[in-house]
């Protein structure tokens, strides 16, 4: 079946916000229809598959099967996992990023994997994500509240945008040019910081009593200043003379003498995202309440909270990117690309894949009527559709 143009054209930009095309079909054969697609390239791809946890879900979580590879209770599970993840390479643009969600029992196997899908070289990080407060007690003394998210690159082009700055109050100081905070000294540390280093970058610097820093002598009362460090080695400054003169207005000099760079806040300034992640919306007890919200009760064991879902978007993707997920559970990542295009004027698209695994009448998704699972993932598409006619998805068995 042709995918419709007016969604997947060339430009998508120009795709009306908030679309998503919600594929139902085994995800291997998805991605093999999707890599037909001449003109579609994914900027990025976020996965959340089944852990091989064991535990009985309404999808099948459990591919422990003894090998004699080396990979033993493993193998089942890296060789499912193997040729989606080739075909996610395929599909990536050269600025793309993958993350994947996964729990202590994959994750040496899965980095493992992914070094020799992506390349090690394209090996970005791996975020921890706190997913409880009190974790799960499966080993003796050791409740484990977290799991990782691992962040590949398609090639080194791939560059991740941060996250928004939204810890306003550490600002704590002001000038003419706006908040500022002190957070990182105006001595060069670590690799290339000695004076040989760079010796145009060795000078005074003058600085007074309330913090203004000058590379002239300007007045008596100004004190030198030279980048030896506390054992009296020689270092260097971050800028040369000509810099810090024309930008002196961005150093500050504390009462004892060091000097740093102001860090100035700005709309929607971004910041590195931090390899923690620990805020309240990104625990599992908030995705199930969302989901409880969205459904009317509990549906699905594993949901993700869309705060997580919506950070790492918006950190590995450009507003007019086209996003994949090919575990779509419960269609969280479509329901964050949406939050994002309404909230920060974004025009991300999305595009899921759900398998139509058949859900028992015992299950209680199969009690809340749901036949298989990728009816629920339709559902919550259906839902935000309800809420906002701007929203419009199309839903194909491929
Ligand atoms: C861990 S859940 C993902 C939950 C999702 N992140 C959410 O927030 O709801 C994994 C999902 O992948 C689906 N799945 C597993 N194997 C699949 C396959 N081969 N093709 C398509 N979907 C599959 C399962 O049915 C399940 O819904």
């Known amino acids: 079946m042709e995918l419709p143009t007016e969604l997947f054209g060339l430009n998508p930009a120009h795709v009306d916000e908030g679309d998503c095309l919600l594929l139902k079909s ?94 090690e070289i394209n090996f970005i990080s791996s975020l921890i994500v706190c997913r409880s407060k009190n974790g799960k007690g499966g080993k003796a003394n050791v409740a484990v509240n977290h799991e990782y998210v691992l962040l590949y690159g398609k090639t080194q082009k791939a560059a991740l945008r941060g996250v928004e700055d939204s810890d306003l109050e ?35 610097l003058y600085y007074s009593q309330d913090g203004q820093v000058y590379t002239k002598k300007i007045r008596e009362d100004l004190i030198e200043v030279w980048p030896s460090d506390s054992k009296g080695i020689e270092r260097r400054w971050l800028w040369g003379r000509e810099k810090a ?60 909270p869309i705060g997580l879902i919506k950070d790492l978007i918006d950190c590995c993707s450009p507003p007019d990117a086209v996003v994949l997920d090919y575990f779509a559970g419960t269609g969280t990542t479509a329901h964050a690309c949406y939050l994002l295009n309404k909230e920060k004027g974004a025009c991300r698209k999305s595009i899921l894949v759900e398998h139509e695994f058949v859900i028992p009448d ?37």
């Open 26 to 119: 085994d995800n291997l054969k998805a991605l093999g229809w999707l890599l037909q697609k001449e003109h579609l390239k994914v900027d990025f791809c976020y996965i959340d598959p089944p852990y091989n946890t064991g535990s009985s879900f309404v999808y099948h979580d459990k591919r422990q099967r003894r090998d004699v590879s080396i990979w033993s209770k493993h193998h089942d599970w890296l060789a499912f996992m193997l040729p989606r993840l080739v075909a996610t390479q395929m599909l990536l643009n050269d600025q793309g990023v993958i993350a994947v969600s996964i729990d202590d029992y994959e994750y040496p196997y899965l980095k493992i994997l992914m070094d020799s899908v992506f390349g």
């Open 170 to 204: 550490r600002y704590d100081k002001e000038d003419e040019h706006g908040k500022y905070k002190i957070d990182g000294l105006f001595r060069k540390k670590g690799d290339a910081s000695r004076r040989e280093d760079r010796p145009n970058m060795f000078y005074p």
């Open 362 to 398: 015992t299950h209680f998704a199969g009690v809340a009527g749901f036949r298989n699972t990728a009816e629920m993932t339709e559902f919550r598409l259906r839902k935000i559709k309800e809420a906002d006619s701007e929203f419009d998805y199309v839903a194909l068995a491929v």
């Open 245 to 304: 003169e024309s930008e002196s207005w961005k150093l500050y000099a504390s009462a004892k003498g060091v000097v740093y760079v102001k860090n100035y806040s700005s709309a929607n300034k971004r910041i590195k995202i931090r390899s923690i992640l620990d805020k309240q919306e990104y625990l599992n007890d908030k995705a199930a309440r969302e989901v409880k919200l969205i459904y009317g009760e509990k549906i699905f064991e594993t949901p993700k």
